[in-house]
């Protein structure tokens, strides 16, 4: 079983920053693929970056040039950077972690950006 606890949300003005942080435990970690996604009311939860063990990366198209995904394999962790953030960032933004055989999620952490 794997384990995933987000953190590092919280409330920002527009065009300010936030660093979220994804601890993994119960697996290993090196091996999974990992990603973030949001979801916001009412919407469906989408894709925000995905980073590979050997540290290719994705990313939607809505957040190239603002947002980066980094992992420490050494540390279990992988985090998201964002910069230039808008309003229509505001959400949910969950952990994933993609194994072989099943996906996990962390709980999500609260993301809002005031306008």
């Known amino acids: 079983q794997v384990q995933l606890v987000e953190s590092g949300g919280g409330l920002v003005q527009p065009g300010g920053s936030l660093r979220l942080s994804c601890a993994a435990s119960?697996?290993?970690?090196?091996?999974?693929?990992m990603g973030w996604y949001r979801q916001a009311p009412g919407k469906q939860r989408e894709l925000v970056a995905a980073i590979v063990s050997g540290g290719n990366t994705d990313y939607a198209d809505f957040v190239k040039g603002r947002f980066t995904i980094s992992r420490d394999n050494a540390k279990n962790t992988v985090y998201l950077q964002m910069n230039s953030l808008k309003a229509e960032d505001t959400a949910v933004y969950y952990c994933n972690a993609r194994g072989m055989r099943s996906d996990y999620w962390g709980q999500g952490t609260q993301v809002t950006v005031s306008s």
């Open positions: 119960g697996g290993i970690f090196s091996l999974l693929r």
